[in-house]
C-alpha cells in the first residue's frame, strides 16, 4: 500500500463548497486585501486562541519578524531560541539585525530547555522564543517565570500547533506576543502562504498592523519602515472554513497518534515521542527516533510510504549561519536528534489501515537496517 506523507486534497474536498462561493464573490467585487473575510478570520481565531488580537500577515516569517519588532527587539540585541527549529525562527530575527542565540533542547521531548535559556542570558538578551515544535507545547510557564525575573519579551512560535494547548492555556496565547504560520501543510493551513500574530496588548497590535502596511495607518502618512506583509482575502476565506474544522481535525490527529503509539510499541529500535504531562498536543508531525536513519528512510520510500525530516540540520550549523562560529558538539541533543528523527505519514484523514501499513513497512525497515549492519560488521571481523 502507497501511504502520502500528507494528504491535503481531502481538506480542500471538505470545505471546496463552502470556499467557492466567497472566492466569486470576491472575485466580482474585487475584494482581494484586507475586507470582511480578513476581518471576521482575525476575530475568530481571536477567540479561539483566547487572546484580544489577531493580526493576519502574508506568512509565518513574516509574522515572526513583526512580533519580534513589536517586542522591542531591533539591531544588535540577542534573541534565544532552541537550535532545532526551523530556520524561520532565526531568519526573521537576523532580518532586522538582531542575533539568534540557540539553545539546546530536552531529551524527552526535543523541546527549548529552560535551563539553557537561563545560561544563554547576557546583557544584550532582548527576547526568549519557546517553540511548539511539531505540535508539542513548549515549556512556556518555566520561560515565561526567566523572561520575567530578567526583564526579556517572551515570544512564541506557534507556528506548528495551531489548537495546541496545556494547563496554562493555548499555543499563542501564553507570551507576550506571539506568531503562527497558516502555510498549507500546518494543522490550519491556507491555500498558499498566510500567517498572524497574536497578543493581548494593544499598542502592540496597532504597531503591527502599522508595521505590516508599509509603516502606514493612513494612506501615505508613513510613520515607520515597515513592510508589506497584509493576509488577503482569499486566504482568510479558506482559513475561516478550515477553523471550523479544526477540532474534529485535531482530534483525529490525537487517535492517529494513539494509534500509532500503539503499533510501535513492540518495535525494537523505534523511539516514539511523548507528551508533556498536562499538554493537548496536536501532532503536527509524528516524528520517531531511530538509528540508521537515511537507510531506514529510503527502505520505507522504497516501500511506498511518504516519510520526511524536520529538520536534518539544526539551525546553528547551516551554512546561513556559519558566521557566527559554533561547532558541531555545541548542541548535542539537538545535534543526536537531527541524525536519527524520522517523521511518518499523519494528517486528520489518515486511515487505521493505512498506519498498518506505515508500521509494518518502518518495522521492515529498521531490522533490514539492523541486519545489514550486523552482516556488514561480521564480515569486515
Known amino acids: 500500500m502507497n501511504v502520502p506523507f500528507l494528504d491535503l486534497a481531502a481538506q480542500q474536498a471538505e470545505i471546496i463548497d463552502e470556499v467557492l462561493p466567497v472566492w466569486q464573490r470576491q472575485l466580482s467585487g474585487a475584494a482581494f486585501i484586507g ?12 477567540e479561539y486562541i483566547g487572546v484580544d488580537h489577531v493580526i493576519g500577515v502574508s506568512n509565518g516569517t513574516d509574522a515572526l519578524e513583526l512580533a519580534y519588532r513589536a517586542a522591542g527587539v531591533s539591531a544588535g540585541d540577542e534573541v534565544i531560541m532552541p537550535a532545532n527549529t526551523f530556520i524561520a525562527t532565526a531568519e526573521a530575527a537576523s532580518r532586522i539585525g538582531a542575533v ?3 539553545v539546546d533542547v530536552d531529551d524527552a521531548h526535543l523541546l527549548i530547555d529552560p535551563d539553557a535559556v537561563e545560561a544563554a542570558i547576557t546583557p544584550r538578551t532582548r527576547a526568549v522564543v519557546p517553540v511548539h515544535l511539531f505540535g508539542q507545547m513548549a515549556p512556556v510557564p518555566a520561560i515565561a517565570a526567566i523572561a520575567a525575573r530578567r526583564g526579556l519579551a517572551l515570544v512564541e512560535d506557534a507556528a506548528q500547533a495551531q489548537g495546541a494547548a496545556s494547563t496554562a492555556g493555548r499555543a499563542g496565547a501564553l507570551g507576550q506576543i506571539a506568531a503562527t504560520s497558516f502555510y498549507p501543510g500546518k494543522n490550519l493551513g491556507a491555500a498558499g502562504d498566510a500567517g498572524a500574530v497574536m497578543t493581548d496588548d494593544a499598542g502592540a497590535a496597532a504597531l503591527i498592523r502599522t508595521l505590516a502596511a508599509h509603516g502606514s495607518s493612513v494612506k501615505y502618512v508613513h510613520d515607520h519602515v ?10 482568510a476565506t479558506v482559513l475561516r472554513a478550515k477553523l471550523r ?7 483525529a490527529r490525537r487517535a492517529a497518534a494513539a494509534r500509532y503509539a500503539g503499533l510501535l510499541a513492540g518495535i525494537d529500535g523505534v523511539r516514539s515521542p511523548a507528551t508533556v504531562p498536562g499538554n493537548a498536543d496536536v501532532w503536527h508531525l509524528y516524528v520517531v527516533r531511530v538509528e540508521e536513519r537515511d537507510r531506514v528512510m529510503a527502505r520505507m520510500t522504497a516501500a511506498g510510504i511518504g516519510v520526511g525530516i524536520h529538520y536534518p540540520t539544526v539551525v546553528p550549523l547551516t551554512a546561513a549561519y556559519a558566521g557566527l562560529g559554533l561547532r558541531a558538539g555545541e548542541f548535542p541533543v539537538a545535534e543526536a536528534a537531527a541524525a536519527r528523527i524520522l517523521s511518518l505519514p499523519m494528517f486528520p484523514h489518515l486511515t487505521m489501515t493505512q498506519q498498518e501499513a506505515v508500521a509494518d513497512a518502518l518495522r521492515d525497515a529498521v531490522c533490514g537496517t539492523r541486519s545489514e549492519t550486523v552482516g556488514a560488521t561480521a564480515y569486515v571481523a
Open 100 to 102: 539568534p542565540v540557540f
Open 35 to 46: 475586507g470582511a473575510e480578513v476581518d471576521a478570520f482575525e476575530r475568530e481565531y481571536a
Open 245 to 251: 474544522r479544526l477540532e474534529d481535525w485535531n482530534a
Open 226 to 235: 515597515g513592510i508589506n506583509a497584509r493576509l488577503d482575502a482569499v486566504q
